[in-house]
Structure formats: structure tokens, C-alpha cells
């Protein structure tokens, strides 16, 4: 019995499409963030160089990526949201564990190569 191209476009080839514009998505998100206040972070697929420094490994969902911030005492800091907003911006929050409102965030932008 042949299966109907109908149902194999539905079921194989839109979650395949979806599948790769996702990991586009995650690609572009890749290098380095600039906050307007100085700090930075390094992102490259899911690993991250937090703004302090030290690195983190980032768990992406379906519209961002998320890491816990290390801290040097090697206790967990607060969790890191980085959502994309456009091709060189990003907005970035962070989430305290005993947060009761949505976590502020900030507009981070590509940092700029200096020579």
C-alpha cells in the first residue's frame, strides 16, 4: 500500500523544515553579546562564556537559549534567558528563583570588532 504524498509532507517534510529553520535560529545567536553597561557574552551552538567570565553550557527551547550563571565559589548564580530580536540584538534576563514578576530585562546588541 502506497502512503498519499499528502500525508508524507504533513508528517515528514513540514517537521524536517521546521526542524532546520530552528537550527538556524540557534545559529544565529551565535558570537559575542554586548550589554550597554560593559559586560559581555560569548555564545557558540551551546556553549556560553557568561558575562563573568566563566563558562556555562546553554539549553535552548523553541524561542531562546538558557543557562545557569557559575559562579567561582562553584555554587549555581541565577538563571540566564537570551532571547533573539532580530539579527543583532538580543534580549537578555535574568531570573531570580524567588521571582513572583517577569524578570527584568536588558537589549543587548553584537559587540564591535575594535582593532
Not at 6 to 30: K, S
Request: glycine share 8%; aromatic share 6%.
Amino acid at each position: 500500500m502506497a502512503i498519499p504524498p499528502v500525508y508524507l509532507a504533513t508528517t515528514t517534510i513540514l517537521p524536517l523544515l521546521a526542524g532546520a529553520l530552528w537550527v538556524l535560529e540557534v545559529g544565529a545567536l551565535d558570537g559575542q553579546w554586548c550589554s550597554g553597561y560593559g559586560q559581555t557574552i560569548r555564545l557558540r551552538g551551546t556553549h556560553v562564556v557568561a558575562a563573568n567570565g566563566l563558562p556555562a553550557i546553554a539549553v535552548y527551547s523553541k524561542n531562546a537559549l538558557s543557562f545557569i550563571e557559575p559562579r567561582a565559589d562553584g555554587r549555581n548564580g541565577p538563571k540566564i534567558w537570551v532571547e533573539p530580536k532580530g539579527a543583532n540584538a538580543v534580549r537578555v534576563s535574568i531570573v531570580s528563583a524567588l521571582q513572583k514578576e517577569p524578570p527584568p530585562h536588558d537589549l543587548w546588541t553584537r559587540c564591535r570588532a575594535t582593532s
